[in-house]
């Protein structure tokens, strides 16, 4: 069992920056790759970006790439989501996923945090 918590969300203007930290219970959080998902209001849960049990490979959905910046911390048992150059249509509840697969759906992961809300006003 994997226990995932994020953080970090808020409002911001249009072109700030926002860090989301995931921390995750257990001792087993190396074994995981971890993803970050969002759900814009009125939309389904999207991929936003996923990051290697190592951390050395990253992916990223096109409409963040050179934005947003998967990395995680497994001896602090955390994965952060750093994001720039914010847009109101990264507005969305932000959720930190655990799964043993590689995966750009959420079928590939097992574990998910509560979601934080990020709101990015123009």
């Known amino acids: 069992q994997v226990q995932l918590l994020e953080s970090g969300g808020g409002l911001v203007q249009a072109g700030e920056s926002l860090r989301l930290s995931c921390a995750a219970s257990?001792?087993?959080?190396?074994?995981?790759?971890m993803a970050w998902f969002r759900q814009p209001p009125g939309k389904e849960r999207e991929f936003v970006g996923g990051i290697s049990k190592g951390g050395l490979d990253t992916y990223y959905r096109d409409s963040v790439k050179g934005r947003f910046t998967i990395s995680r911390d497994n001896a602090e048992n955390t994965v952060y989501l750093q994001m720039n150059s914010l847009k109101p249509e990264d507005t969305a509840v932000y959720y930190c996923?655990?799964?043993?697969?590689?995966?750009?759906?959420?079928?590939?992961?097992?574990?998910w945090g509560q979601g934080t809300q990020v709101t990015v006003s123009s």
């Open positions: 257990g001792r087993t959080f190396s074994y995981y790759r």
């Open positions: 996923a655990a799964g043993r697969n590689y995966g750009l759906t959420e079928r590939a992961y097992d574990y």
